[in-house]
């Protein structure tokens, strides 16, 4: 079967394969120094850092917008008459835009196919608790400490904040042992506590 081409919607200068690729139409190009000639070619898109092809494009106000392939082609090649708002890659290849290669899904069938054909693994939370998150504030000692200074009396979670540069909130949570569960307390802290 020959490969089919058509105009991307709201892009009048680029053209989308069933086969996934790009095309960039031979034009003319104002510029204030004079007009050129720009050759058709194809275009390569780029790793978004999710492993979806995506690439810039200009649509009919010439405002340069990002697109994923994938969705162009599905928007121009599949049929969408339950108005599904995912694109899925049959194969779980990422890069594999071709037209046979995609379907319309919900954020749900597509949760669901990824784990059936194996693309979610499970994960080992512990490997990213506490400060192992990348998005912790604390370390496990400023948590033994703060709770250790709030423990002997005399200082307000709303000071602890400031002094840690952070919100009385954050002091709240981590005193009272709704963040940071898996950090034992010291001894002595337990021991005022009970007195």
């Given at each position: 079967?020959?490969?089919?081409?058509?105009?991307?919607?709201?892009?009048?200068?680029?053209?989308?394969?069933?086969?996934?690729?790009?095309?960039s139409k031979t034009r003319i190009i104002k510029r204030p120094s004079?007009?050129?000639?720009?050759?058709?070619?194809?275009?390569?898109?780029?790793?978004?850092?999710?492993?979806?092809?995506?690439?810039?494009?200009?649509?009919?106000?010439?405002?340069?917008?990002?697109?994923?392939?994938?969705?162009?082609?599905?928007?121009?090649?599949?049929?969408?008459?339950?108005?599904?708002?995912?694109?899925?890659?049959?194969?779980?290849?990422?890069?594999?835009?071709?037209?046979?290669?995609?379907?319309?899904?919900?954020?749900?069938?597509?949760?669901?196919?990824?784990?059936?054909?194996?693309?979610?693994?499970?994960?080992?939370?512990s490997k990213l608790s506490g400060e192992n998150n990348p998005t912790?504030?604390?370390?496990?000692?400023?948590?033994?400490?703060?709770?250790?200074?709030?423990?002997?009396?005399?200082?307000?979670?709303?000071?602890?904040?400031?002094?840690?540069?952070?919100?009385?909130?954050?002091?709240?949570?981590?005193?009272?042992?709704?963040?940071?569960?898996?950090?034992?307390?010291?001894?002595?802290?337990?021991?005022?506590?009970?007195?």
């Amino acid at each position: 079967m020959t490969e089919q081409w058509k105009q991307i919607d709201g892009f009048p200068d680029y053209m989308v394969s069933d086969e996934g690729r790009i095309w960039s139409k031979t034009r003319i190009i104002k510029r204030p120094s004079g007009n050129y000639l720009r050759r058709g070619c194809f275009m390569k898109g780029i790793d978004d850092t999710h492993g979806y092809l995506i690439l810039g494009i200009k649509n009919k106000n010439h405002i340069t917008k990002k697109v994923k392939i994938h969705r162009l082609v599905a928007k121009t090649f599949l049929k969408n008459p339950h108005n599904k708002r995912e694109v899925n890659h049959i194969n779980g290849i990422k890069t594999d835009n071709r037209k046979s290669n995609l379907e319309w899904m919900t954020s749900k069938e597509n949760k669901i196919h990824a784990w059936n054909i194996g693309l979610y693994k499970k994960q080992d939370r512990s490997k990213l608790s506490g400060e192992n998150n990348p998005t912790s504030k604390f370390t496990e000692n400023q948590v033994r400490e703060i709770r250790r200074i709030y423990g002997q009396g005399g200082i307000s979670q709303k000071s602890l904040g400031k002094l840690y540069n952070t919100s009385q909130a954050q002091i709240y949570y981590i005193v009272n042992r709704i963040t940071w569960k898996n950090i034992e307390e010291d001894e002595n802290v337990r021991l005022q506590r009970k007195v």
